[in-house]
């Protein structure tokens, strides 16, 4: 059956997620800072204290800070006790189920208005240690102990989806190029720059056409992480936090003249390993939860009008935007290639440079992708602004795809 | 506002909580055991391809199993994707806050029928580490580089309550006395040894008053932990898993006869560390979650017929009697001594054993609450049924207090 009731985005922060400015301070204090920006961004005027409950998305504090029970720790650091505060983990998706959840309990009657959001604090370790720490997400008996960590993941996706389609590398370096160009007109971004502006600092000539940026990504200074990945084709390692104000649709306008609804949502698993997929090239959790959320939102693909999805990796955004339907089997990185997906393109996806450029603090990332159509879809996006945006979707992947999570929202 | 419908158990498992016979098995196939036992106990039957969505409560299988993620895994491990799998974690109140979220998912209108339970698999660690795991869940700032860890963080509360009501160590003796007599009855028990079958087995003699069994708890055999705490105050480091079959109450009877409504469940969090407490003889989070509860029920403490509290040291046991409004301030342990919190007194308190007797592998806890309460309140409790339950409670704590959740049952 239906929601009894709708429920709203009335206010969104975020931190800059980046990997060294926030050096001094510990993930308490990230998600503090997002949750103030948050209330400030809020019209009509907001009090923390209105807020009834916490929903925080993290996926291991206790293995990057050694410390648990961050709920609770929350609740108190933002000057909220007693309210109720509730950690959500599902690996990289934490904080994009946080949505749903907190979604759920406003549309149960239970509370009127809550906080939602997430946090990782990710470089206090090496980064073999936090290659370590993720791969938890993955199978602790069957593929961590034979060598896998994300990076060997997403690489034997994108093996198997060359072979599959014909297509090759050059399909991904466009979704890095695309999505560096966006990251650089965003303020919140991890890399400001796109991959011009980093081949000059390696000494590289100053004026690169597109296909000068694609022979700088294929060369040595672009090494292999992960056949056949190379480092611009996985996210960075950062620290940062994102926060949302969200409201009843009873209550929203009280808070602000342009809610942003949650329309529709879904969540869904999928085997957690990856050897027991049938198909390695697509993820069913993807069209699993998306059909969910077209459904509860009564829209279909072709209304969505920006999306953020879960690019870890370049080859999860080709997945990504074959999975929600916005382009054929097989298309998705010719879209890229072919400027589709761009921000002045027929369906711009990540205009705010999505994981690889904007980074990827894990717990931050689904309520960032939620920022970041709030943003959108109000028409405050500056100079990442996609025209006309009236509906925007987000898709937050945990792991290799075991479990994917989707929002819809519109005005 | 109140809740837009009501929700029930209808099936509730757990496996037995122990120390060693679950050395071969991970949490995931612990957490299976317990799902298959709640199914099998749904009276008028039920497949598991019915649950739409699961809720797990753990608290760091990260640290104990290297295993992140774990909500996705047991959607696998159960065979139920692609359905959406939510990890909630708030330290050792984590399957008790899972539960409220699984209550208002079904309240919300979104699922029918979900399963919600909990795991922790602790025993793969020495006891020092498993010590310093949970002692994240304190603060990792300003509680842990002092030296704290929870026995020292629930010595001082014994010590500042010993102090303020002039009342003695006699006390928590007393529930170690009676939690392990009602342990004994409980096949699910870590500990199915009252204090006299232990002191037989280290060479005492056979016959034991209470005031004998007083009397071995005073001795060298019972050896200080973080005085004034000794042993037999402390509960037992244990593995298992605890799982619930939750309906809407509009469908519940389709399932069984006799469904346990939660009528009513509150959250609230505290201070987050135990320095910043205006009063450290009382968990003030314990009285505004019961607060909501009891309203939310419609009922008083007085109605309250049987109770599972958090007895992760005999003094949480002594506080919680009286935060819930079932002893006044002072004679929550006298109530003890005196017989009143017996399976035959007044006010019977952890029937099952407690954490103290029945043991208390973290995550598993609020759930096992919950299944003692379907048990009692259904009159299937055995050897340790309460006559005439009718309302239960259970209350389950995260950490030293900073979060407290509790859920009142009825029939």
């Known amino acids: 059956m239906g929601l009894f009731r709708n429920v709203a985005i009335v206010g969104a922060g975020m931190t800059r997620f980046h990997n060294r400015i926030h050096a001094g301070k510990t993930g308490r204090d990230l998600f503090v800072e997002a949750v103030l920006e948050a209330a400030d961004s809020v019209d009509k005027g907001f009090e923390l204290r209105?807020?009834?409950?916490?929903f925080i998305g993290n996926y291991s504090s206790d293995s990057f800070e050694g410390q648990g029970h961050t709920a609770a720790l929350i609740a108190d650091w933002l000057g909220l006790t007693p309210r109720p505060s509730i950690r959500v983990e599902d690996a990289c998706a934490s904080s994009g189920v946080a949505i749903n959840m907190a979604a759920l309990a406003v549309a149960s009657g239970a509370y009127d208005l809550v906080i939602v959001g997430g946090f990782e604090k990710m470089t206090?370790?090496?980064?073999?240690?936090?290659?370590e720490i993720l791969a938890m997400a993955a199978d602790a008996l069957y593929e961590v102990p034979v060598g896998f960590t994300f990076p060997g993941l997403y690489a034997a996706i994108a093996t198997a989806y060359f072979k599959r389609y014909c297509s090759s590398w050059e399909e991904l370096a466009a979704i890095s190029i695309k999505n560096h160009r966006n990251g650089a007109l965003n303020e919140k971004a991890h890399f400001q720059s796109d991959i011009m502006d980093m081949a000059r600092r390696l000494g590289e000539r100053h004026n690169m056409t597109f296909k000068d940026e694609l022979e700088f990504l294929r060369s040595p200074l672009n090494p292999f992480v992960a056949y056949p990945l190379r480092l611009f084709d996985c996210c960075p390692i950062s620290d940062g936090a994102s926060a949302l104000i969200v409201a009843?649709?009873?209550?929203?306008?009280?808070?602000?003249d342009t809610p942003i609804y949650i329309k529709g949502f879904g969540q869904a698993s999928d085997t957690f390993s990856l050897h027991d997929r049938e198909e390695l090239t697509e993820l069913k959790a993807t069209r699993i939860a998306a059909s969910q959320?077209?459904?509860?939102?009564?829209?279909s693909p072709k209304d969505i009008d920006v999306a953020d999805v879960h690019d870890c990796f370049t080859i999860a955004e080709v997945l990504a935007v074959e999975d929600l339907g916005f382009f054929p089997r097989g298309q998705g990185g010719k879209a890229a290639l072919e400027g589709r997906t761009s921000l002045d393109g027929e369906r711009p996806i990540n205009p705010d440079g999505g994981l690889k450029a904007k980074g990827h603090p894990v717990g931050a990332t689904g309520a960032a992708m939620a920022y970041e159509m709030f943003k959108q879809l109000r028409g405050e996006a500056g100079r990442r602004q996609v025209d006309d945006a009236e509906i925007g979707l987000a898709q937050n992947v945990g792991a290799s795809g075991a479990t994917v999570v989707v929002q819809v929202y519109g005005r």
């Open 50 to 54: 209105e807020a009834e409950a916490i």
């Open 124 to 131: 206090g370790k090496e980064t073999e240690e936090v290659t």
């Open 248 to 256: 009843s649709s009873d209550i929203a306008k009280r808070y602000t």
């Open 293 to 299: 959320a077209y459904k509860m939102a009564g829209v």
